[in-house]
């Protein structure tokens, strides 16, 4: 493992965690990190409560953990802040970067740093919130950005939804993520996520549809597949960039 802009690389994430019992196979599996979904209409939300004991478990078999959170208003995102301790948090909607300015920062946990969550279809806004975000100096206190995250283009769900990402526009990688790890998402499981590490040749992989059986409710059989598949194909990719 690598450290890069103050995340582990190489990555290998499953979000949408939702039940004790679905954490321990994540770290048996390799996986290096669990999503907790905040957005209200997902199937994958949980509360407060339930995610503290997530983050418990997640601590107990050392997975580092983010808080998936879809144009928070910014009383939400401080209660969430206040109550939970997560590694990063992440955006998955078109935030822009002012939004972590007007944090209170001194009085919540602080996350290491900010993923944004962004698709990439060819759009013109979808060029302009990277570019945001690249440029982005955060202040003093502020956590910095440390990856974008790929996902498919769905705007009223925000991710989730099992659907591909375009792999095509992000080989080569645009030059407007400015370096930073790139992190692909977007029907990805066991079946293709070899294909997808070596097409686009990401810093790390993202799935939550695709290892389950029913959403927020996850298989441990296809989560220990995903893992081990995800694994051998970065080690791959980073012995023959």
Request: glycine share 10%; net charge neutral.
């Given at each position: ?81 206040s109550e ?68 498919a283009y ?45 097409t686009v ?41």
């Amino acid at each position: 493992m690598t450290q890069s802009h103050s995340i582990q690389l190489p990555l290998i994430k499953v979000c949408g965690v939702t039940r004790e019992q679905d954490v321990p196979p994540l770290s048996a599996s390799g996986v290096t990190m669990m999503g907790l979904n905040f957005v209200p209409h997902s199937p994958r939300c949980v509360n407060i409560e339930l995610a503290r004991r997530l983050l418990t478990r997640a601590s107990e078999v050392g997975l580092s953990s983010a808080a998936v959170v879809m144009n928070p208003s910014l009383q939400d995102l401080t209660h969430l802040l206040s109550e939970l301790g997560f590694d990063y948090l992440q955006l998955h909607g078109t935030e822009s970067p002012g939004l972590l300015n007007e944090l209170a920062w001194s009085t919540l946990h602080r996350p290491r740093g900010i993923i944004k969550a962004i698709s990439w279809s060819g759009r013109d806004q979808e060029q302009h919130l990277a570019q945001a975000w690249s440029a982005h100096q955060p202040l003093a206190g502020s956590p910095p950005l440390v990856a974008f995250l790929v996902d498919a283009y769905a705007p009223a769900q925000g991710g989730g939804t099992g659907r591909v990402a375009r792999w095509d526009l992000l080989t080569p990688r645009p030059t407007v993520f400015n370096g930073l790890p790139l992190i692909l998402a977007g029907g990805i499981g066991p079946a293709n996520v070899g294909a997808a590490i070596a097409t686009v040749q990401p810093d790390g992989i993202d799935t939550a549809s695709g290892v389950e059986s029913s959403p927020g409710i996850k298989s441990h059989e296809l989560v220990e597949r995903f893992g081990l598949d995800a694994r051998a194909a970065l080690l791959q990719v980073a012995k023959h960039p």
